[in-house]
Nanobody, 125 residues
Framework: QAQLVESGGGQVQIGDSLSLSCAIS????????GGWFRQAPGKEREFVAV????????RYSDSVLGRFSISRDNAKKSLYLRMNSLRPEDTAVYYC??????????????????WGQGTQVTVST
């Protein structure tokens, strides 16, 4: 059974940076896409970023493009999300996710099979 564990969340000030990590076990991520989604109170879970199996192709939501960076280390079975220039609207629970179909890459929650429990990111004014 796949297990995804996020870490690195916390409370920061506007303009600060934060890095999230996701450790993946029980699932071979070698050929799978990985992604980050977020969910703010009272809102639906939304796409943030995705990275393909090789790490060479990435996609971002318009709201984070240019500020966030997704990366992966297949040897360490880990995903990362570097967040710069944080804004109050970035406040949410951030979820790490992994696909289960080789080479498949998407931006919808239905494109991913496994999810972490989430880590809270709060950006204070």
């Amino acid at each position: 059974q796949a297990q995804l564990v996020e870490s690195g969340g916390g409370q920061v000030q506007i303009g600060d940076s934060l890095s999230l990590s996701c450790a993946i076990s029980g699932h071979d991520m070698t050929l799978m896409a990985g992604g980050w989604f977020r969910q703010a109170p009272g809102k639906e879970r939304e796409f943030v970023a995705v990275i393909d199996w090789s790490g060479r192709i990435t996609r971002y939501s318009d709201s984070v493009l240019g500020r966030f960076s997704i990366s992966r280390d297949n040897a360490k079975k880990s995903l990362y999300l570097r967040m710069n220039s944080l804004r109050p609207e970035d406040t949410a629970v951030y979820y790490c996710t992994a696909g289960e179909r080789p080479f498949k890459m998407g931006t919808s929650t239905t494109d991913f099979a496994f999810w972490g429990q989430g880590t809270q990111v709060t950006v204070s004014t």
